[in-house]
């Protein structure tokens, strides 16, 4: 159920969670759109309340994050640590008012990690709620998460399957051609760039040419069946 489309009279007293998808509206190279990351966490909740048996609410998501080092690719927006950890948190404490004790926070973005994993630690030891913070793609088989890149195929192929309108399937050669092979400038085992446009021109980092729907349906559906044991396992701590 989307909260936003309940009244409040309709609004569940007790869902088995309360799903909070975060993101970030960042450059995805030439041929992915700006909202991927909050796109594709919001697909994972859906899915999730799709297909499970118990009652799953699902909050507005937050569609700017931590994202600066994306701020030379045009269109590109970001908030401090400090300010996304201030209204993500407020955010949950305004759902955990409502007596709602288990939410997870379905995060599409690499970017809002550290600073999720500090808010949720403090949340669930100030509130009367377990608050976890699951990033959809750290879920997935190795396989996937080593072809994972920024636009490249995992994150073109989730959108593919989620949207395909929104690929610009004829900026692909070009998003491969100006783009990484991996994350960062190393120097051994230290990444030493700041921001994106330092190793890829495009904005892309691994070929998303590779890409198709059905690797995409593929990887969030893999996605969805850890949270759900996630859920699974939050129920059973709060008996």
Request: net charge negative; charged share 20%.
């Amino acid at each position: 159920m989307q909260l936003a489309e309940l009244t409040w009279e309709a609004t569940p007293t007790d869902p088995d969670a309360v799903l909070l998808p975060v993101g970030s509206t960042e450059q995805h190279g030439p041929h992915a759109p700006l909202g991927t990351d909050t796109l594709t966490a919001a697909d994972v909740a859906r899915r999730a309340a799709e297909r499970t048996d118990g009652e799953l609410l699902i909050a507005p998501p937050v569609p700017v994050g931590v994202a600066a080092e994306h701020r030379r690719f045009r269109g590109s927006l970001w908030v401090s640590a400090a300010t996304f950890q201030a209204y993500v948190g407020e955010v949950v404490e305004a759902l955990v008012a409502h007596g709602w004790d288990r939410v997870v926070i379905i995060n599409g973005h690499g970017g809002n990690v550290p600073a999720l994993q500090i808010l949720t630690a403090e949340l669930t030891r100030a509130l009367p709620a377990r608050v976890v913070s699951f990033t959809w793609f750290d879920a997935v088989d190795a396989e996937y998460r080593r072809e994972m890149g920024h636009g490249g195929p995992i994150e073109t192929a989730a959108v593919q399957a989620i949207a395909p309108e929104l690929i610009d399937e004829s900026q692909l050669e070009a998003a491969a051609a100006g783009g990484a092979d991996r994350w960062g400038r190393w120097a051994g085992r230290t990444n030493l760039a700041v921001d994106t446009d330092e190793f890829t021109t495009s904005g892309a980092v691994g070929d998303p040419r590779t890409a198709t729907a059905a690797s995409g349906t593929d990887v969030l559906e893999a996605a969805v069946d850890e949270l759900l044991s996630v859920i699974g396992t939050l129920g059973e701590l709060a008996d």
